[in-house]
């Protein structure tokens, strides 16, 4: 088994015993909680340099673990990130700008842009006009406000 697979088991078991997120029980085992500081096998490498991340982002990873930081994301569940990108394009569909869309969520534009940039890549397409127009052929509704 890789070091990774490792890793990843011990954060399932620690999600099963805790019932927290994945993203909340990996700090945790990553910081050392429960007495049991994690060995350096348990820890995770980074899928790419910090130089290719930036040359392909135009960040560096601390750049981007504090974009999720700022935004909360590490105490937060897969499915309400998830909730949060499709309330990000139901506000696109209603024709919202994103410093519109960031007013609203009390976060910043850059966080938006961010999770816009996500939507149209998960879409394959290149703007947001095309992102609300493949939307609404599917025939896509946006999610309740929470």
Not at 60 to 67: I, K, M, N, Q, R
Request: charge should be positive.
């Amino acid at each position: 088994m890789t070091v990774q697979k490792s890793f990843k088991r011990l954060v399932r078991a620690r999600m099963a015993k805790t019932g927290e997120s994945y993203t909340a029980a990996r700090a945790q085992l990553l910081a050392g909680v429960d007495g049991r500081k994690p060995a350096d096998e348990d820890i995770p490498q980074l899928a790419c340099s910090d130089k290719r991340i930036r040359e392909r982002t135009g960040r560096g990873w601390e750049e981007w673990f504090d974009l999720l930081d700022s935004w909360g994301a590490g105490s937060m569940a897969h499915s309400e990130v998830v909730h949060r990108v499709a309330e990000v394009l139901g506000a696109l569909m209603e024709g919202k700008s994103a410093d519109a869309i960031a007013a609203e969520s009390v976060v910043s534009v850059a966080t938006i842009r961010t999770q816009i940039r996500s939507i149209l890549s998960k879409l394959g397409v290149n703007s947001q006009l095309a992102a609300v127009a493949r939307a609404q052929e599917a025939r896509w509704e946006p999610p309740e406000p929470r």
